[in-house]
């Protein structure tokens, strides 16, 4: 089964990344402000609609499941667990996140919506990438050694049912909405 409305590959991609793209644009995470506010711990917006993005489409990816329209096994790709590369592209990209304020798909948001930051983003995360495939033959071994779970959905890795998987992801986003509703600020875009 392929989404949207049957369309496949790229242009199924491009559909669904623009349509991202106009939701964190009017959630207001075309500005980098929003997301500093999040690493502070100032302003859950942003914890806030990707945690429910998840919730939603893992519920939506649930009842595909249980009405047989998909099949994980089959249908879906789950790739393996590289520790030690895992953790250098987490942090890279942690730092990249903290010093620029957007992340790679917020910063296109920006540069889309004409933010010069967002500019200067996007070119900053074309350079890291050519500056780590430059070095990459030196630290490929290193990144592939170490080896996690192999290729386990949540679920599997927890052994827990789907559902309760699910549920214990509600609770989560249901727990912090109930403890940090005092705490969105008024972050606007400068």
């Not at 690493?39 to 939603?56: C, G, K, N, Y």
Request: net charge negative; with cysteine; proline share 4%.
């Amino acid at each position: 089964m392929t989404f949207p409305l049957g369309y496949q590959g790229p242009v199924s991609g491009l559909l669904l990344g623009i349509v991202f793209g106009y939701v964190l644009e009017n959630a207001g995470f075309g500005s980098g402000c929003k997301l500093t506010a999040q690493l502070r711990f100032q302003d859950w917006a942003v914890f806030q609609v990707m945690f429910t993005a998840i919730v939603v489409a893992s519920g939506g990816l649930y009842l595909l499941q249980a009405l047989g329209m998909v099949d994980i096994a089959s249908d879906l790709f789950v790739p393996s667990v590289y520790l030690w590369g895992s953790s250098l592209g987490g942090a890279l990209i942690g730092v990249g996140m903290a010093v620029g304020g957007y992340c790679p798909g917020t910063s296109l948001v920006a540069l889309c919506s004409g933010r010069v930051d967002g500019l200067v983003f996007v070119a900053g995360l074309m350079l890291g990438t050519l500056g780590f495939n430059s070095v990459y033959s030196e630290v490929r071994d290193w990144v592939w050694r170490q080896s996690g779970p192999d290729a386990l959905t949540l679920p599997q890795l927890l052994h827990l049912p789907a559902w309760a998987v699910w549920g214990l992801l509600l609770g989560v986003l249901a727990a912090v909405s109930y403890l940090t509703r005092g705490s969105v600020s008024s972050t606007q875009s400068p």
